[in-house]
Protein backbone atom coordinates (compact mmCIF):
# COMPACT_ATOMS: atom_id res chain seq x y z
CA UNK A 1 0.00 0.00 0.00
CA UNK A 2 0.86 3.29 -0.83
CA UNK A 3 0.38 5.51 2.63
CA UNK A 4 -0.91 4.39 5.59
CA UNK A 5 -1.59 8.14 6.82
CA UNK A 6 -4.33 8.65 3.84
CA UNK A 7 -4.35 12.55 2.48
CA UNK A 8 -6.76 13.07 -0.66
CA UNK A 9 -4.80 12.07 -3.21
CA UNK A 10 -4.26 15.05 -6.32
CA UNK A 11 -6.27 13.42 -9.25
CA UNK A 12 -8.15 16.48 -9.83
CA UNK A 13 -7.83 18.48 -13.08
CA UNK A 14 -11.39 19.88 -13.70
CA UNK A 15 -9.91 23.43 -13.96
CA UNK A 16 -7.37 22.52 -16.63
CA UNK A 17 -7.92 23.37 -20.36
CA UNK A 18 -10.21 21.15 -22.42
CA UNK A 19 -8.08 20.21 -25.62
CA UNK A 20 -11.15 21.36 -27.61
CA UNK A 21 -11.53 25.33 -27.59
CA UNK A 22 -15.13 25.34 -25.75
CA UNK A 23 -17.38 28.44 -27.07
CA UNK A 24 -19.09 28.88 -23.82
CA UNK A 25 -17.44 30.54 -20.97
CA UNK A 26 -18.27 28.14 -17.57
CA UNK A 27 -18.27 30.28 -14.40
CA UNK A 28 -20.11 29.59 -10.88
CA UNK A 29 -22.25 32.37 -10.93
CA UNK A 30 -25.59 32.43 -9.42
CA UNK A 31 -27.88 30.73 -11.65
CA UNK A 32 -24.90 27.78 -11.25
CA UNK A 33 -25.43 28.01 -7.59
CA UNK A 34 -29.30 27.72 -7.57
CA UNK A 35 -28.86 24.23 -10.19
CA UNK A 36 -26.15 22.81 -8.09
CA UNK A 37 -26.62 23.71 -4.64
CA UNK A 38 -28.35 20.69 -3.46
CA UNK A 39 -26.03 18.68 -5.11
CA UNK A 40 -23.40 19.91 -2.97
CA UNK A 41 -25.33 18.88 -0.24
CA UNK A 42 -24.96 15.50 -0.95
CA UNK A 43 -21.07 15.40 -1.46
CA UNK A 44 -20.29 18.08 1.07
CA UNK A 45 -18.85 15.40 3.50
CA UNK A 46 -16.19 14.34 0.74
CA UNK A 47 -15.57 17.43 -1.00
CA UNK A 48 -14.33 20.42 -0.25
CA UNK A 49 -16.10 24.04 -0.30
CA UNK A 50 -13.21 25.11 -2.17
CA UNK A 51 -13.31 22.85 -4.77
CA UNK A 52 -16.99 22.89 -5.34
CA UNK A 53 -16.43 26.59 -8.07
CA UNK A 54 -14.90 24.71 -10.25
CA UNK A 55 -16.78 21.54 -10.36
CA UNK A 56 -20.04 23.08 -10.17
CA UNK A 57 -20.30 25.13 -13.85
CA UNK A 58 -19.48 21.77 -15.76
CA UNK A 59 -21.94 19.83 -13.38
CA UNK A 60 -24.68 22.07 -14.27
CA UNK A 61 -23.41 21.56 -18.13
CA UNK A 62 -23.30 18.47 -18.41
CA UNK A 63 -26.61 18.04 -16.67
CA UNK A 64 -28.12 20.55 -19.55
CA UNK A 65 -26.26 18.75 -22.13
CA UNK A 66 -27.59 15.62 -21.22
CA UNK A 67 -31.05 16.63 -21.40
CA UNK A 68 -30.60 18.30 -25.16
CA UNK A 69 -28.76 15.07 -26.52
CA UNK A 70 -30.82 12.24 -24.66
CA UNK A 71 -27.59 11.34 -22.88
CA UNK A 72 -27.25 9.02 -19.78
CA UNK A 73 -24.00 8.41 -17.81
CA UNK A 74 -23.01 5.08 -16.55
CA UNK A 75 -20.31 5.32 -13.87
CA UNK A 76 -18.75 2.88 -11.94
CA UNK A 77 -17.87 3.05 -8.40
CA UNK A 78 -14.55 3.88 -8.91
CA UNK A 79 -15.70 7.51 -10.21
CA UNK A 80 -14.28 10.52 -8.35
CA UNK A 81 -17.40 11.79 -5.77
CA UNK A 82 -18.64 14.63 -8.14
CA UNK A 83 -18.69 12.55 -11.61
CA UNK A 84 -20.29 9.46 -9.27
CA UNK A 85 -23.04 11.48 -7.17
CA UNK A 86 -23.47 14.81 -9.81
CA UNK A 87 -23.71 13.57 -13.22
CA UNK A 88 -24.18 9.52 -13.36
CA UNK A 89 -27.22 8.55 -14.38
CA UNK A 90 -26.99 4.80 -13.34
CA UNK A 91 -24.04 3.16 -11.48
CA UNK A 92 -22.33 0.28 -9.83
CA UNK A 93 -20.22 -2.42 -10.72
CA UNK A 94 -19.04 -3.95 -13.75
CA UNK A 95 -22.07 -6.70 -13.70
CA UNK A 96 -25.04 -3.74 -12.82
CA UNK A 97 -23.18 -1.31 -15.60
CA UNK A 98 -23.00 -4.27 -18.55
CA UNK A 99 -26.63 -5.30 -17.15
CA UNK A 100 -27.96 -1.86 -17.23
CA UNK A 101 -26.46 -1.02 -20.65
CA UNK A 102 -28.61 -3.62 -22.16
CA UNK A 103 -31.76 -1.78 -21.23
CA UNK A 104 -30.89 1.80 -21.59
CA UNK A 105 -32.99 3.58 -23.91
CA UNK A 106 -31.12 7.04 -24.80
CA UNK A 107 -29.19 8.15 -27.75
CA UNK A 108 -26.40 8.32 -26.37
CA UNK A 109 -24.44 6.33 -23.67
CA UNK A 110 -21.36 8.67 -22.03
CA UNK A 111 -19.13 5.56 -20.14
CA UNK A 112 -17.74 7.24 -16.69
CA UNK A 113 -15.67 4.27 -16.31
CA UNK A 114 -12.80 2.19 -18.56
CA UNK A 115 -12.67 1.17 -21.86
CA UNK A 116 -13.57 -2.31 -21.42
CA UNK A 117 -16.95 -0.96 -20.00
CA UNK A 118 -17.21 1.03 -22.71
CA UNK A 119 -16.75 -1.64 -25.07
CA UNK A 120 -19.17 -4.14 -23.12
CA UNK A 121 -22.22 -1.14 -23.82
CA UNK A 122 -21.00 -0.52 -27.24
CA UNK A 123 -21.70 -4.69 -27.92
CA UNK A 124 -24.74 -4.69 -25.89
CA UNK A 125 -26.29 -1.45 -27.78
CA UNK A 126 -24.87 -2.06 -31.22
CA UNK A 127 -27.46 0.76 -32.32
CA UNK A 128 -26.58 3.37 -29.67
CA UNK A 129 -23.66 5.90 -29.93
CA UNK A 130 -21.11 4.99 -26.90
CA UNK A 131 -18.76 7.29 -26.01
CA UNK A 132 -15.88 7.30 -23.45
CA UNK A 133 -14.35 10.38 -22.43
CA UNK A 134 -11.30 9.47 -22.52
CA UNK A 135 -9.67 6.53 -24.96
CA UNK A 136 -7.04 5.89 -23.03
CA UNK A 137 -9.12 4.53 -19.64
CA UNK A 138 -7.70 1.11 -19.96
CA UNK A 139 -7.13 -1.51 -17.56
CA UNK A 140 -4.62 -3.90 -16.43
CA UNK A 141 -6.10 -6.86 -17.11
CA UNK A 142 -7.41 -6.20 -20.45
CA UNK A 143 -3.91 -5.28 -21.78
CA UNK A 144 -2.87 -8.61 -19.85
CA UNK A 145 -4.35 -10.66 -22.80
CA UNK A 146 -5.31 -10.90 -26.75
CA UNK A 147 -7.68 -12.75 -28.40
CA UNK A 148 -5.14 -14.62 -30.12
CA UNK A 149 -3.45 -15.84 -26.56
CA UNK A 150 -7.12 -16.82 -25.79
CA UNK A 151 -7.58 -19.01 -29.43
CA UNK A 152 -3.85 -20.79 -28.86
CA UNK A 153 -5.37 -21.44 -25.18
CA UNK A 154 -8.53 -22.97 -26.93
CA UNK A 155 -6.63 -24.95 -29.15
CA UNK A 156 -4.23 -26.69 -26.17
CA UNK A 157 -7.51 -27.49 -24.35
CA UNK A 158 -10.40 -27.89 -26.73
CA UNK A 159 -12.70 -29.61 -23.78
CA UNK A 160 -12.37 -26.81 -20.95
CA UNK A 161 -14.96 -23.89 -21.32
CA UNK A 162 -13.37 -20.53 -21.04
CA UNK A 163 -14.50 -18.30 -18.71
CA UNK A 164 -13.83 -14.73 -19.60
CA UNK A 165 -13.40 -11.97 -16.84
CA UNK A 166 -15.30 -8.71 -18.35
CA UNK A 167 -12.28 -6.67 -17.91
CA UNK A 168 -11.02 -8.01 -21.37
CA UNK A 169 -11.71 -6.37 -25.03
CA UNK A 170 -13.79 -7.30 -27.32
CA UNK A 171 -11.01 -9.80 -29.27
CA UNK A 172 -10.79 -12.17 -26.27
CA UNK A 173 -14.50 -11.88 -25.25
CA UNK A 174 -15.12 -13.24 -28.64
CA UNK A 175 -12.86 -16.38 -28.66
CA UNK A 176 -14.39 -16.75 -24.92
CA UNK A 177 -17.54 -19.53 -23.70
CA UNK A 178 -18.54 -16.99 -21.21
CA UNK A 179 -17.84 -13.90 -19.68
CA UNK A 180 -18.07 -13.22 -15.32
CA UNK A 181 -17.65 -10.53 -13.23
CA UNK A 182 -15.97 -10.42 -9.64
CA UNK A 183 -20.00 -10.52 -8.52
CA UNK A 184 -20.62 -13.99 -9.79
CA UNK A 185 -17.17 -15.08 -10.63
CA UNK A 186 -17.93 -18.59 -8.99
CA UNK A 187 -21.58 -18.96 -9.92
CA UNK A 188 -20.73 -18.75 -13.69
CA UNK A 189 -17.54 -21.20 -13.24
CA UNK A 190 -19.81 -23.61 -11.83
CA UNK A 191 -22.58 -22.73 -14.33
CA UNK A 192 -19.81 -23.48 -16.92
CA UNK A 193 -18.47 -27.09 -15.61
CA UNK A 194 -21.45 -27.85 -15.79
CA UNK A 195 -22.98 -27.34 -19.05
CA UNK A 196 -19.89 -27.95 -20.44
CA UNK A 197 -19.55 -31.68 -18.38
CA UNK A 198 -16.15 -30.74 -16.89
CA UNK A 199 -14.51 -31.05 -13.71
CA UNK A 200 -12.18 -27.97 -14.96
CA UNK A 201 -12.97 -24.32 -16.67
CA UNK A 202 -10.53 -22.06 -17.20
CA UNK A 203 -10.78 -18.87 -15.83
CA UNK A 204 -9.30 -16.07 -17.38
CA UNK A 205 -7.12 -13.46 -17.10
CA UNK A 206 -6.50 -12.35 -13.53
CA UNK A 207 -4.70 -14.70 -11.35
CA UNK A 208 -6.02 -13.50 -8.10
CA UNK A 209 -9.57 -13.60 -8.83
CA UNK A 210 -8.89 -17.50 -10.15
CA UNK A 211 -7.06 -18.28 -7.07
CA UNK A 212 -10.44 -16.84 -5.30
CA UNK A 213 -12.84 -18.87 -7.04
CA UNK A 214 -10.83 -21.90 -6.61
CA UNK A 215 -11.10 -21.94 -3.02
CA UNK A 216 -15.29 -21.14 -3.20
CA UNK A 217 -15.66 -23.91 -5.80
CA UNK A 218 -15.05 -27.91 -6.07
CA UNK A 219 -14.20 -27.13 -10.08
CA UNK A 220 -10.64 -27.05 -10.90
CA UNK A 221 -9.61 -23.95 -12.04
CA UNK A 222 -6.41 -23.30 -14.48
CA UNK A 223 -5.97 -19.72 -15.10
CA UNK A 224 -3.17 -16.85 -16.70
CA UNK A 225 -0.84 -14.32 -15.35
CA UNK A 226 -2.46 -11.07 -15.45
CA UNK A 227 -3.54 -8.90 -12.54
CA UNK A 228 -5.04 -5.57 -11.63
CA UNK A 229 -2.69 -3.51 -10.94
CA UNK A 230 -4.39 -1.35 -7.84
CA UNK A 231 -5.42 -4.70 -6.09
CA UNK A 232 -2.39 -6.89 -6.22
CA UNK A 233 -0.38 -4.16 -4.21
CA UNK A 234 -2.28 -4.84 -1.32
CA UNK A 235 -0.86 -7.27 1.37
CA UNK A 236 -2.05 -9.17 4.83
CA UNK A 237 0.63 -7.42 6.08
CA UNK A 238 -1.60 -4.60 5.03
CA UNK A 239 -4.18 -5.48 6.85
CA UNK A 240 -2.61 -6.30 9.81
CA UNK A 241 -0.85 -2.87 10.33
CA UNK A 242 -4.63 -1.62 9.93
CA UNK A 243 -5.89 -4.10 12.56
CA UNK A 244 -3.09 -2.91 14.94
CA UNK A 245 -3.46 0.88 14.41
CA UNK A 246 -7.21 1.32 14.08
CA UNK A 247 -8.50 -1.78 16.74
CA UNK A 248 -12.27 -3.24 15.25
CA UNK A 249 -11.82 -1.72 12.14
CA UNK A 250 -13.29 -3.96 9.64
CA UNK A 251 -11.90 -5.15 6.32
CA UNK A 252 -13.51 -5.12 2.89
CA UNK A 253 -11.59 -6.09 -0.21
CA UNK A 254 -12.08 -7.30 -3.71
CA UNK A 255 -11.48 -10.79 -4.93
CA UNK A 256 -9.04 -9.63 -7.52
CA UNK A 257 -6.67 -8.78 -4.18
CA UNK A 258 -4.28 -11.44 -3.50
CA UNK A 259 -5.70 -15.04 -1.44
CA UNK A 260 -3.60 -14.14 1.59
CA UNK A 261 -5.21 -10.50 1.68
CA UNK A 262 -9.34 -11.98 1.10
CA UNK A 263 -8.16 -14.37 3.88
CA UNK A 264 -7.39 -11.56 5.85
CA UNK A 265 -10.17 -9.20 5.18
CA UNK A 266 -13.39 -10.25 7.26
CA UNK A 267 -15.61 -9.57 3.23
CA UNK A 268 -14.61 -9.58 -0.36
CA UNK A 269 -16.73 -9.13 -2.91
CA UNK A 270 -17.44 -6.85 -6.12
CA UNK A 271 -17.60 -3.29 -5.27
CA UNK A 272 -21.06 -3.35 -5.22
CA UNK A 273 -20.89 -6.14 -2.79
CA UNK A 274 -18.03 -4.06 -0.27
CA UNK A 275 -20.81 -0.96 -0.71
CA UNK A 276 -23.94 -3.49 0.37
CA UNK A 277 -21.71 -4.59 2.95
CA UNK A 278 -21.39 -1.39 4.78
CA UNK A 279 -25.24 -0.48 4.11
CA UNK A 280 -26.96 -3.22 5.55
CA UNK A 281 -24.08 -3.85 8.29
CA UNK A 282 -23.20 -0.39 9.33
CA UNK A 283 -19.98 -1.33 10.79
CA UNK A 284 -18.68 1.53 13.56
CA UNK A 285 -15.28 1.47 11.51
CA UNK A 286 -14.69 0.29 8.29
CA UNK A 287 -11.48 0.50 5.14
CA UNK A 288 -12.15 -0.51 1.71
CA UNK A 289 -8.58 -2.03 0.77
CA UNK A 290 -9.71 -1.28 -3.14
CA UNK A 291 -9.80 1.67 -5.53
CA UNK A 292 -9.73 4.94 -3.32
CA UNK A 293 -12.67 6.46 -4.89
CA UNK A 294 -15.14 4.12 -3.20
CA UNK A 295 -14.90 5.31 0.26
CA UNK A 296 -16.08 8.53 -1.18
CA UNK A 297 -19.16 6.86 -2.59
CA UNK A 298 -20.05 4.79 0.01
CA UNK A 299 -19.67 7.32 2.65
CA UNK A 300 -21.95 9.66 1.06
CA UNK A 301 -24.75 7.22 1.49
CA UNK A 302 -23.38 5.96 4.81
CA UNK A 303 -22.63 9.27 6.91
CA UNK A 304 -22.43 7.82 10.62
CA UNK A 305 -19.93 5.10 9.38
CA UNK A 306 -16.37 6.14 9.63
CA UNK A 307 -14.05 5.48 7.03
CA UNK A 308 -10.77 4.69 7.48
CA UNK A 309 -8.88 5.67 4.25
CA UNK A 310 -6.01 3.65 2.25
CA UNK A 311 -6.18 2.82 -0.68
CA UNK A 312 -5.07 2.30 -4.20
CA UNK A 313 -5.38 4.79 -7.47
CA UNK A 314 -6.82 3.19 -10.67
CA UNK A 315 -4.70 5.60 -13.36
CA UNK A 316 -6.93 4.48 -15.62
CA UNK A 317 -10.09 5.65 -13.94
CA UNK A 318 -9.05 8.61 -12.76
CA UNK A 319 -8.59 9.87 -16.24
CA UNK A 320 -12.40 10.15 -16.38
CA UNK A 321 -12.79 13.80 -15.37
CA UNK A 322 -16.11 16.20 -15.11
CA UNK A 323 -13.61 18.49 -17.97
CA UNK A 324 -13.52 15.41 -20.60
CA UNK A 325 -16.97 14.67 -19.71
CA UNK A 326 -18.42 17.76 -20.59
CA UNK A 327 -16.25 17.64 -24.17
CA UNK A 328 -16.98 14.14 -24.88
CA UNK A 329 -20.97 15.42 -24.92
CA UNK A 330 -20.55 18.54 -26.90
CA UNK A 331 -18.08 17.21 -29.15
CA UNK A 332 -19.15 13.65 -29.67
CA UNK A 333 -15.72 12.16 -27.98
CA UNK A 334 -14.34 9.48 -28.17
CA UNK A 335 -16.96 7.26 -29.75
CA UNK A 336 -16.27 3.30 -29.41
CA UNK A 337 -16.55 1.57 -32.61
CA UNK A 338 -16.45 -2.60 -32.52
CA UNK A 339 -16.00 -4.51 -35.61
CA UNK A 340 -19.32 -5.75 -35.56
CA UNK A 341 -17.71 -9.89 -36.65
CA UNK A 342 -16.27 -9.94 -33.38
CA UNK A 343 -19.32 -7.58 -31.41
CA UNK A 344 -21.82 -11.00 -32.62
CA UNK A 345 -19.19 -12.99 -30.73
CA UNK A 346 -18.32 -11.22 -27.63
CA UNK A 347 -22.15 -10.74 -27.63
CA UNK A 348 -22.51 -14.60 -26.79
CA UNK A 349 -20.24 -14.70 -24.51
CA UNK A 350 -21.79 -11.79 -22.13
CA UNK A 351 -25.51 -12.71 -22.81
CA UNK A 352 -25.04 -16.31 -21.64
CA UNK A 353 -23.54 -14.34 -18.37
CA UNK A 354 -26.72 -12.05 -18.54
CA UNK A 355 -28.78 -15.22 -18.77
CA UNK A 356 -27.80 -16.59 -15.77
CA UNK A 357 -30.41 -16.39 -12.50
CA UNK A 358 -29.96 -12.79 -10.80
CA UNK A 359 -28.40 -13.28 -7.34
CA UNK A 360 -30.53 -12.48 -4.60
CA UNK A 361 -27.44 -10.35 -3.08
CA UNK A 362 -23.85 -10.05 -4.24
CA UNK A 363 -21.25 -13.14 -4.26
CA UNK A 364 -19.35 -13.00 -0.92
CA UNK A 365 -16.01 -14.97 -1.17
CA UNK A 366 -15.61 -17.23 1.53
CA UNK A 367 -12.77 -16.39 3.60
CA UNK A 368 -12.66 -18.92 5.69
CA UNK A 369 -12.19 -22.23 3.12
CA UNK A 370 -8.28 -23.14 2.06
CA UNK A 371 -6.27 -22.15 -0.72
CA UNK A 372 -6.20 -24.94 -3.93
CA UNK A 373 -3.61 -24.94 -6.24
CA UNK A 374 -4.13 -23.34 -9.91
CA UNK A 375 -2.23 -24.39 -12.73
CA UNK A 376 -1.48 -21.50 -15.10
CA UNK A 377 -2.28 -22.49 -19.10
P1 LIG B 1 -16.34 -4.57 -10.08
O1 LIG B 1 -16.93 -5.43 -11.12
O2 LIG B 1 -16.33 -5.23 -8.74
O3 LIG B 1 -17.00 -3.24 -10.05
O4 LIG B 1 -14.81 -4.35 -10.40
C1 LIG B 1 -14.37 -3.65 -11.53
C2 LIG B 1 -12.98 -3.29 -11.42
O5 LIG B 1 -12.40 -2.71 -12.29
C3 LIG B 1 -12.35 -3.67 -10.17
O6 LIG B 1 -11.07 -3.33 -10.11
FE1 LIG C 1 -8.44 -2.52 -14.20
FE2 LIG C 1 -7.77 -2.67 -11.67
FE3 LIG C 1 -8.25 -0.29 -12.72
FE4 LIG C 1 -10.25 -2.03 -12.29
S1 LIG C 1 -9.00 -1.05 -10.76
S2 LIG C 1 -9.89 -0.84 -14.14
S3 LIG C 1 -9.23 -3.99 -12.71
S4 LIG C 1 -6.59 -1.69 -13.31
Same mark, same amino acid.
Given at each position: ??????????????????????????????????????????????????????????????????????????????????????????????????????????????????????????????????????????????????????????????????????????????????????????????????????????????????????????????????????????????????????????????? @??? $? &???? #? +????? *???? !????? %???????????????????????????????????????????????????????? @??? $? &???? #? +????? *???? !????? %????????????????????
Amino acid at each position: MDDMNWTRPNWRCDTEQSDYSPEETLVYDDDVKADTDHLYERVKDVILPEEWPAHAPLIAAINRLKKERRAIILAHNYMTPEIFNCVGDLSGDSLALARMAADVEEDIIVQAGVHFMAETAKIMCPDKTVLIPDMRAGCSLAESITGEDVAAIKAKYPDYPIVTYVNTSAAVKAESDVCCTSGNAVQVTEWAAKEWGTDTVILIPDEFLARNVAANTDVRILTWKGACEVHERFTAEDVEVLREGHPGVVVLTHP @ESP $V &DVVK #A +ADYAG *STAG !MAAYV %KNKQPAKVVLLTECSMSDNVAVENPSVKFVRPCNLCPHMKRITLRNIYDALRYNRH @EIE $V &DETI #A +ARARV *SIQR !MLDLP %KPDSPAQFDKDRAPVDVELV
